[in-house]
């Protein structure tokens, strides 16, 4: 089938490339832009190992054609450190916390917490656990990366960080 | 994981969209927030050489009041339902039923009118617009036309849709203030289809039920309307022995598929339990 | 010395050696998406490979016609069994002694067998050309249920192996048995169950299931036709054996294959052994002279590649009537597919299964276990523990659970009247395992204080109480498991894989300002061994961990391994680096003597520094002795500061864990509510308390996804009912419970640190601990055992069974 003309936003830059209309988002921004930081780890829809923030919405990119996104504005993992370079704050949170082991989740459920704590800066930790549902670990069981949300949305709100007590 | 190859349109308008839906007949599919869609279409259970996306169209948008009744246009997605405020005080059997479907990111992009249009007996808003009374606005090349939800469910993957048909909006009358409400899922985890779920809506004067409407979800290839379920609760005070006999009654018009949720047998009993944790939640609600 | 010089704290804090909670080194570049798996290579003229799997469970092949499918613009070639046979590789050998068709030769053995490798330009070249390869089948009967596999009249599903009666590990008895394997005392085991005074029998079996990692199992595969050499980057757990497996098979001599595992998003046992897209991308680049990338997707990694468990072991315990056990026999039949691709050390058919006497002293016992073939895909592996250990351990926590039922008595009394005592180590099990170290005693003490456990038993009998009442309709549960791991293989003398010794390997080098390269046999796959082996390395040496790069899975560079799984890593290759560590601190500490003009044994070690005892002013730290190894070393010595050491280890190491967990059962649905899951751990000495604990959170989550609800399931006619995400159950933030962790300490005698291994603990405590709570809740209305997994459905129709619906 033919190519069509799409152009998007990708982590700040406009990009514009010729897809097939099958070409899932996910492999476009892992094959043809080098992006390779958001992974693929099912087939259904289920796992988020991919998921991106497109036009302000936390998505799952394998279930996204590319030419849906056409004229959006994609950010990726590679795209979430803020604009002086230094590492966002969930970043150093997953790192402070030992909210990552293997890292194939990390870059998507990275991705989704920038977004949940934007719809939500102060979640509870049931918020939490319920906001990144649709990110699954093999790793970690979940609960540091709890913590590490937490610890993130602590330092955005400039407030000192609280680990519960176990 | 691939799918494959097709031809991709995206039109501005519902004129448009049906105009191209009629040109390309059998071999287009709509696609909407396409989260049941695309999966199928990555595993090759479903390969249409065009798809048309409505994502453009802005009079497929919104959530509005109209009269008597609440319009959402079939592009509204599963979050924007979430986080509307007038379904939030008018019609909270909505946003409760939506933060039982799937997950955030799917949420984000599954749209109403998606849910409700393919067909598919395991998602969660046909039963629940089977309870509420609402009524589809289907949109072909013959024209407009109203379908009410109860008559839209034929059989697994099958409606009253013709070919080229398109839902654009879905009409719901506003339930009375102080309705009583609940949509209760049986899950393993959250993402899962239900094992059984079920949705109620009632009303309560003088400490009786005045009305009552139940929908059960995948009980059976269709969504289902437990009308007499419904009509045996009515007069009652949801005393046990009423409630149990409702319950019963809805059973008796499941036929769940065995799967992985479970045996047949269960499931159908789990639909019984979970119209019952449904009443009791709904009445708690009813004022 | 002023108040500018460093304390002996400050000193040892800098290090961040042994017991420091240090952050990771690997987050840093997996936070900003710059991990680089497998799938994230790109290489000039690479090329794609996907498979074309049959539909079948068990079918002749009367016809493949590739020719549409090589038609295809952008197709490059297909290969089928056709293809493999010259160069022989239509056949691969298993790591258990058996052999597995790498593409289908005349016939499929189970569904989703690979049958044709479509090789393209483009991934979605490949997938839209496999479509259209023709594939002809005639069904043949299959073979599902395990228990009727060795039926007179069950169908023949190896051909391959007709007439063969002698298998890797021995006689085999049926066309469908793999092996038998015999362990223990039959006559005093018989005796002992004669004399019982009570016994228990029970088929205790343990569901097919999958590690399911988040990354599937990919390879990319490049041959250089002009210098003959083989690179292969690839999901591997164990690269150097990978390397040597395929020198074997290719006959490209090992000095030019070069097998390099970068990150890996994850194992669990699943990318241990070698499957049919290694081979056919390390084929199809021979073949076409650019490099073959392979990825599957999720659905091919549940359907084919190596399950685990699957073992039905029918359990009896002997005992006296107040509780002391007097004999344990256990048969099991073991399921293992189609072709035994089980990754187990090569005398160990059945893995180290006979450590199934437990955290018990049992004098007598005796263990068989019979392997089956059936139409079910080929395995299986250690799914996060050691070799079969989960099997075990889930059949003795649920048999004393079930003993305890019968005397009467509370399961974790009779744990106590059980448990090995602490002066009975090194113990010598009745199947003939010597166990290490432990003090059993105190941590399951422990536990149960901890978590207030007479009070909690004092709640379930008022709940009871309740539910009889109609009060309530939930059932309280409280599981009780106290488990013994074996880990660490292993000794030469027992272990080893497809012939190599299970040692394992750490190569230290110094550079002259100071700072480390340390090059290890194993290989990570989120373990987290570029932050721990530094820790080991630094209280050693001296020299701080962030001035330590340890570098993993590039067998050009790294000393032979055997790799990471079976928590091997801490006991071998952690007592490597700390034996290599050693060489090095005694070279230096020569070189200090001669910088301090005195003799070797005037100094002893300081944290980072040898002093002159009795005059400590007097030091040389290990950075000015990194230096001094290049400048100026003693007359007659080598200059260099570097040691490499290959452990054999002398034991296996014993892990070992009391976990407590209550539960809520909702009767009515099924539905089990996890209310507090304690975990206490002994995993000897302590390297990164942080890291551990993140291991014990994972380790736990998995068994909870593998006790409530994951199988792979198939139908009567060998369809796999479980092959995604949408009904293999993994767990999401929601549904997993929130754990706590706690220790002892027990180091292991025999190794170097102390250290035992941890990361897999968690999964062989943690099921039979939620088995045991669930079935505790059921305990009182008479029910002895209810199988896992302990969905909603399976425990709902227990209830109903049980008459709890009426």
């Given at each position: 089938?033919?190519?069509?003309?799409?152009?998007?936003?990708?982590?700040?830059?406009?990009?514009?490339?010729?897809?097939?209309?099958?070409?899932?988002?996910?492999?476009?921004?892992?094959?043809?832009?080098?992006?390779?930081?958001s992974?693929?780890?099912?087939?259904?829809?289920?796992?988020?190992?991919?998921?991106?923030?497109?036009?302000?919405?936390?998505?799952?990119?394998?279930t996204?054609?590319?030419?849906?996104?056409?004229?959006?504005?994609?950010?990726?993992?590679?795209?979430?450190?803020?604009?002086?370079?230094?590492?966002?704050?969930?970043?150093?949170?997953?790192?402070?916390?030992?909210g990552?082991?293997?890292?194939?989740?990390?870059?998507?459920?990275?991705?989704?917490?920038y977004?949940?704590?934007?719809?939500?800066?102060?979640?509870?930790?049931?918020?939490?656990?319920?906001?990144?549902?649709?990110?699954?670990?093999?790793?970690?069981?979940?609960?540091?990366?709890?913590?590490?949300?937490?610890?993130?949305?602590?330092?955005?709100?400039?407030?000192?960080?609280?680990?519960?007590?176990? | 994981?691939?799918?494959?190859?097709?031809?991709?349109?995206?039109?501005?308008?519902?004129?448009?969209?049906?105009?191209?839906?009629?040109?390309?007949?059998?071999?287009?599919?709509?696609?909407?927030?396409?989260?049941?869609?695309?999966?199928?279409?990555?595993?090759?259970?479903?390969?249409?050489?065009?798809?048309?996306?409505?994502?453009?169209?802005?009079?497929?948008?919104?959530?509005?009041?109209?009269g008597?009744?609440?319009?959402?246009?079939?592009?509204?997605?599963?979050?924007?339902?979430?986080?509307?405020?007038?379904?939030?005080?008018?019609?909270?059997?909505?946003?409760?039923?939506?933060?039982?479907?799937?997950?955030?990111?799917?949420?984000?992009?599954?749209?109403?009118?998606?849910?409700?249009?393919?067909?598919?007996?395991?998602?969660?808003?046909?039963a629940?617009?089977?309870?509420?009374?609402?009524?589809?606005?289907?949109?072909g090349?013959?024209?407009?036309?109203?379908?009410?939800?109860?008559?839209f469910?034929?059989?697994?993957y099958?409606?009253?849709?013709?070919?080229?048909?398109?839902?654009?909006?879905?009409?719901?009358?506003?339930?009375?203030?102080?309705?009583?409400?609940?949509?209760?899922?049986?899950?393993?985890?959250?993402?899962?289809?239900?094992?059984?779920?079920?949705?109620?809506?009632?009303?309560?004067?003088?400490?009786?039920?005045?009305?009552?409407?139940?929908?059960?979800?995948?009980?059976?290839?269709?969504?289902?309307?437990?009308?007499?379920?419904?009509?045996?609760?009515?007069?009652?005070?949801?005393?046990?022995?009423?409630?149990?006999?409702?319950?019963?009654?809805?059973?008796?018009?499941?036929?769940?598929?065995?799967?992985?949720?479970?045996?047949?047998?269960?499931?159908?009993?789990m639909?019984?339990?979970?119209?019952?944790?449904?009443?009791?939640?709904?009445?708690?609600?009813?004022? | 010395?002023?108040?500018?010089?460093?304390?002996?704290?400050?000193?040892?804090?800098?290090?961040?050696?042994?017991?420091c909670?240090?952050?990771?080194?690997?987050?840093?570049?997996?936070?900003?998406?710059?991990?680089?798996?497998?799938?994230?290579?790109?290489?000039?003229?690479?090329?794609?490979?996907?498979?074309?799997?049959?539909?079948?469970?068990?079918?002749?092949?009367?016809?493949?016609?590739?020719?549409?499918?090589?038609?295809?613009?952008?197709?490059?070639?297909?290969?089928?069994?056709?293809?493999?046979?010259?160069?022989?590789?239509?056949?691969?050998?298993?790591?258990?002694?058996?052999v597995?068709?790498?593409?289908?030769?005349?016939?499929?053995?189970?569904?989703?067998?690979?049958?044709?490798f479509?090789?393209?330009?483009?991934?979605?070249?490949?997938?839209?050309?496999?479509?259209?390869?023709?594939?002809?089948?005639?069904?043949l009967?299959?073979?599902?249920?395990?228990?009727?596999?060795?039926?007179?009249?069950?169908?023949?599903?190896?051909?391959?192996?007709?007439?063969?009666?002698?298998?890797?590990?021995?006689?085999?008895t049926?066309h469908?048995?793999?092996?038998?394997?015999?362990?223990?005392?039959?006559?005093?085991?018989?005796?002992?169950?004669?004399?019982?005074?009570?016994?228990?029998?029970?088929?205790?079996?343990?569901?097919?299931?999958?590690?399911?990692?988040?990354?599937?199992?990919?390879?990319?595969?490049?041959?250089?036709?002009?210098?003959?050499?083989?690179?292969?980057?690839?999901?591997?757990?164990?690269?150097?054996?990978?390397?040597?497996?395929?020198?074997?098979?290719?006959?490209?001599?090992e000095?030019?294959?070069?097998?390099?595992?970068?990150?890996?998003?994850?194992?669990?046992?699943?990318?241990v052994?070698?499957?049919?897209?290694?081979?056919?991308?390390?084929?199809?680049?021979?073949?076409?002279?650019?490099?073959?990338?392979?990825?599957?997707?999720?659905?091919?990694?549940?359907?084919?590649?190596?399950?685990?468990?699957?073992?039905?072991?029918?359990?009896?315990?002997?005992?006296?009537?107040?509780?002391?056990?007097?004999?344990?026999?256990?048969?099991?039949?073991?399921?293992?597919?189609?072709?035994?691709?089980?990754?187990?050390?090569?005398?160990?058919?059945?893995?180290?299964?006979?450590?199934?006497?437990?955290?018990?002293?049992?004098?007598?016992?005796?263990?068989?276990?019979?392997?089956?073939?059936?139409?079910?895909?080929?395995?299986?592996?250690?799914y996060?523990?050691?070799?079969?250990?989960?099997?075990a351990?889930?059949?003795?926590?649920?048999?004393?659970?079930?003993?305890?039922?019968?005397?009467?008595?509370?399961?974790?009394?009779?744990?106590?009247?059980?448990?090995?005592?602490?002066?009975?180590?090194?113990?010598?099990?009745?199947?003939?395992?010597?166990?290490?170290?432990?003090?059993?005693?105190?941590?399951?003490?422990?536990?149960?204080?901890?978590?207030?456990?007479s009070?909690?038993?004092?709640?379930?009998?008022?709940?009871?109480?309740?539910?009889?009442?109609?009060?309530?309709?939930?059932?309280?549960?409280?599981?009780?498991?106290?488990?013994?791991?074996?880990?660490?293989?292993?000794?030469?003398r027992?272990?080893?894989i497809?012939?190599?010794?299970?040692?394992?390997?750490?190569?230290?080098?110094?550079?002259?300002?100071?700072?480390i390269?340390?090059?290890?046999?194993?290989?990570?796959?989120?373990?987290?061994?570029?932050?721990?082996?530094?820790?080991?390395?630094?209280?050693?040496?001296?020299?701080?961990?962030?001035?330590?790069?340890?570098?993993?899975?590039?067998?050009?560079?790294?000393?032979?391994?055997?790799?990471?799984?079976?928590?091997?890593?801490?006991?071998?290759?952690?007592?490597?680096?700390?034996?290599?560590?050693?060489?090095?601190?005694?070279?230096?500490?020569?070189?200090?003597?001669?910088?301090?003009?005195?003799?070797?044994?005037?100094?002893?070690?300081?944290?980072?520094?040898?002093?002159?005892?009795?005059?400590?002013?007097?030091?040389?730290?290990?950075?000015?002795?990194?230096?001094?190894?290049?400048?100026?070393?003693?007359?007659?010595?080598?200059?260099?500061l570097?040691?490499?050491?290959?452990?054999?280890?002398?034991?296996?190491?014993?892990?070992?864990?009391a976990?407590?967990?209550?539960?809520?059962?909702?009767?009515?649905?099924?539905?089990?509510?996890?209310?507090?899951?304690?975990?206490?751990?002994?995993?000897?000495?302590?390297?990164?308390?942080?890291?551990?604990?993140g291991?014990?959170?994972?380790?736990?989550?998995?068994?909870?996804g593998?006790?409530?609800?994951?199988?792979?399931r198939?139908?009567?006619?060998?369809?796999?009912?479980?092959?995604?995400?949408?009904?293999?159950?993994?767990?999401?933030?929601?549904?997993?419970?929130?754990?706590?962790?706690?220790?002892?300490?027990t180091?292991?005698?025999?190794?170097?640190?102390?250290?035992?291994?941890?990361?897999?603990?968690?999964?062989?405590?943690?099921?039979?601990?939620?088995?045991?709570?669930?079935?505790?809740?059921?305990?009182?209305?008479?029910?002895?055992?209810?199988?896992?997994?302990?969905?909603?459905?399976?425990?709902?129709?227990?209830?109903?069974?049980?008459?709890?619906?009426?």
């Amino acid at each position: 089938m033919s190519k069509v003309q799409v152009r998007l936003k990708v982590n700040g830059k406009v990009i514009d490339e010729l897809v097939e209309p099958r070409t899932l988002l996910i492999h476009f921004l892992r094959e043809h832009l080098n992006l390779t930081g958001s992974h693929i780890g099912c087939d259904t829809s289920h796992c988020g190992a991919c998921t991106v923030d497109l036009n302000g919405k936390s998505v799952k990119s394998c279930t996204v054609f590319t030419v849906q996104a056409a004229d959006g504005e994609v950010i990726t993992i590679e795209g979430v450190a803020n604009a002086d370079g230094t590492l966002h704050a969930l970043q150093e949170g997953f790192r402070e916390m030992h909210g990552l082991q293997c890292g194939f989740c990390t870059p998507g459920m990275i991705t989704r917490a920038y977004r949940l704590l934007k719809e939500n800066p102060t979640p509870t930790e049931e918020e939490i656990r319920f906001g990144i549902a649709g990110n699954l670990c093999r790793c970690t069981g979940y609960q540091n990366i709890v913590k590490a949300i937490q610890h993130a949305a602590a330092k955005l709100a400039g407030a000192p960080f609280q680990e519960a007590a176990e | 994981m691939i799918p494959g190859s097709f031809a991709y349109h995206r039109p501005n308008s519902i004129k448009e969209a049906i105009s191209l839906l009629a040109d390309l007949g059998e071999d287009a599919r709509v696609l909407a927030g396409g989260h049941s869609l695309i999966p199928m279409m990555k595993l090759r259970l479903a390969s249409p050489d065009h798809l048309v996306d409505l994502g453009a169209i802005n009079d497929l948008k919104g959530v509005r009041a109209d009269g008597a009744d609440i319009v959402i246009g079939a592009m509204a997605t599963q979050h924007e339902l979430i986080a509307s405020e007038l379904l939030g005080s008018k019609l909270p059997l909505l946003r409760e039923t939506s933060l039982l479907i799937a997950d955030p990111q799917v949420r984000y992009m599954g749209t109403l009118g998606g849910n409700v249009a393919n067909g598919d007996p395991g998602n969660d808003m046909p039963a629940v617009m089977m309870c509420l009374g609402a009524s589809y606005q289907v949109v072909g090349k013959s024209g407009e036309r109203k379908i009410a939800a109860r008559d839209f469910y034929k059989g697994a993957y099958d409606t009253a849709l013709s070919t080229g048909e398109i839902v654009t909006a879905i009409r719901i009358p506003v339930p009375p203030p102080g309705h009583g409400f609940a949509y209760e899922k049986l899950k393993r985890k959250v993402g899962d289809y239900a094992t059984a779920a079920a949705a109620v809506l009632l009303t309560i004067n003088s400490g009786k039920v005045a009305t009552c409407s139940i929908g059960l979800t995948n009980v059976a290839d269709t969504p289902l309307w437990a009308e007499q379920a419904g009509k045996i609760l009515v007069g009652s005070t949801l005393d046990a022995a009423t409630v149990t006999k409702a319950a019963a009654a809805a059973e008796a018009i499941t036929s769940p598929a065995s799967d992985n949720h479970g045996p047949a047998y269960y499931r159908t009993k789990m639909s019984g339990v979970m119209l019952t944790r449904a009443l009791i939640r709904a009445k708690a609600r009813a004022s | 010395m002023n108040e500018m010089t460093p304390t002996a704290e400050q000193r040892t804090e800098a290090l961040q050696g042994l017991g420091c909670k240090r952050k990771r080194v690997e987050d840093i570049r997996f936070v900003q998406g710059r991990g680089s798996y497998v799938d994230d290579m790109k290489l000039p003229g690479m090329l794609y490979g996907d498979f074309v799997r049959s539909p079948h469970a068990h079918a002749r092949i009367t016809k493949i016609d590739v020719s549409k499918a090589a038609a295809v613009p952008g197709v490059i070639a297909v290969l089928t069994a056709e293809e493999l046979k010259p160069v022989n590789l239509a056949w691969m050998p298993t790591l258990a002694g058996d052999v597995q068709m790498v593409l289908a030769d005349g016939k499929v053995l189970y569904q989703a067998q690979e049958v044709a490798f479509v090789i393209a330009e483009h991934a979605y070249i490949a997938a839209d050309a496999a479509e259209l390869v023709e594939v002809e089948y005639e069904a043949l009967p299959v073979v599902i249920d395990p228990f009727k596999a060795m039926e007179a009249d069950a169908p023949v599903l190896r051909e391959d192996l007709k007439g063969k009666t002698d298998g890797a590990h021995g006689k085999r008895t049926h066309h469908n048995h793999v092996f038998n394997w015999t362990i223990g005392d039959k006559e005093g085991t018989d005796t002992a169950f004669k004399k019982a005074e009570v016994s228990i029998k029970q088929l205790i079996s343990y569901q097919r299931v999958h590690p399911c990692p988040l990354e599937t199992c990919q390879a990319v595969a490049s041959f250089d036709k002009i210098k003959g050499e083989l690179t292969v980057w690839g999901t591997f757990q164990a690269p150097h054996v990978i390397r040597t497996v395929a020198s074997l098979i290719s006959k490209i001599p090992e000095h030019k294959i070069h097998i390099i595992a970068p990150d890996i998003g994850g194992g669990f046992g699943n990318k241990v052994g070698a499957y049919s897209g290694y081979i056919c991308a390390i084929v199809a680049s021979i073949v076409t002279g650019r490099p073959v990338k392979w990825v599957e997707d999720r659905i091919e990694n549940l359907s084919s590649t190596s399950f685990a468990r699957d073992y039905h072991m029918t359990t009896e315990i002997a005992a006296t009537k107040d509780g002391k056990v007097t004999g344990l026999r256990v048969h099991v039949l073991a399921d293992h597919g189609a072709f035994d691709a089980c990754a187990d050390p090569s005398k160990w058919p059945a893995g180290f299964f006979n450590i199934v006497t437990g955290s018990y002293d049992f004098p007598v016992a005796l263990c068989t276990v019979d392997g089956i073939y059936t139409n079910k895909a080929p395995g299986g592996v250690a799914y996060r523990c050691s070799f079969r250990v989960t099997e075990a351990a889930y059949c003795i926590e649920r048999a004393m659970d079930i003993l305890a039922q019968k005397l009467g008595m509370d399961p974790a009394d009779l744990r106590m009247k059980n448990l090995i005592r602490r002066e009975q180590f090194p113990y010598q099990s009745a199947l003939g395992w010597e166990y290490d170290s432990g003090d059993y005693h105190s941590a399951l003490k422990k536990a149960m204080d901890t978590v207030g456990y007479s009070k909690l038993r004092a709640e379930q009998k008022a709940k009871q109480e309740a539910f009889k009442r109609g009060e309530t309709r939930d059932l309280m549960g409280i599981g009780v498991a106290f488990f013994t791991e074996i880990v660490g293989a292993g000794p030469s003398r027992n272990c080893d894989i497809l012939g190599i010794a299970m040692f394992d390997s750490a190569e230290i080098r110094i550079h002259p300002t100071g700072s480390i390269v340390a090059r290890l046999g194993t290989k990570s796959q989120g373990q987290g061994h570029e932050t721990t082996y530094a820790q080991i390395i630094a209280s050693e040496l001296g020299i701080p961990a962030d001035d330590i790069t340890v570098e993993e899975g590039n067998t050009d560079t790294a000393p032979y391994g055997l790799g990471t799984y079976g928590s091997r890593s801490t006991p071998v290759s952690g007592a490597a680096t700390a034996m290599a560590a050693r060489k090095i601190k005694a070279k230096a500490q020569m070189i200090a003597a001669h910088l301090l003009e005195v003799h070797d044994d005037d100094l002893e070690w300081d944290i980072d520094r040898f002093r002159v005892k009795g005059n400590p002013e007097r030091f040389k730290t290990m950075k000015e002795l990194a230096w001094a190894a290049y400048h100026g070393v003693p007359p007659g010595m080598e200059p260099g500061l570097e040691a490499v050491n290959y452990y054999d280890p002398p034991n296996m190491t014993y892990p070992f864990g009391a976990y407590v967990c209550v539960v809520d059962v909702d009767v009515d649905t099924g539905a089990t509510k996890i209310r507090r899951f304690y975990a206490l751990d002994d995993c000897g000495t302590r390297i990164n308390p942080m890291i551990i604990e993140g291991q014990i959170h994972g380790g736990l989550t998995e068994a909870f996804g593998i006790a409530m609800g994951q199988e792979i399931r198939y139908d009567e006619i060998g369809n796999v009912m479980t092959a995604s995400l949408i009904d293999y159950f993994l767990p999401t933030a929601v549904e997993t419970p929130k754990w706590e962790t706690d220790w002892t300490t027990t180091p292991s005698p025999h190794h170097p640190i102390g250290a035992k291994g941890v990361g897999e603990s968690p999964n062989v405590g943690g099921v039979p601990c939620f088995a045991n709570a669930i079935n505790d809740a059921f305990r009182f209305l008479g029910s002895t055992h209810i199988p896992m997994p302990h969905d909603q459905w399976r425990t709902w129709m227990a209830a109903d069974k049980l008459g709890l619906h009426a």
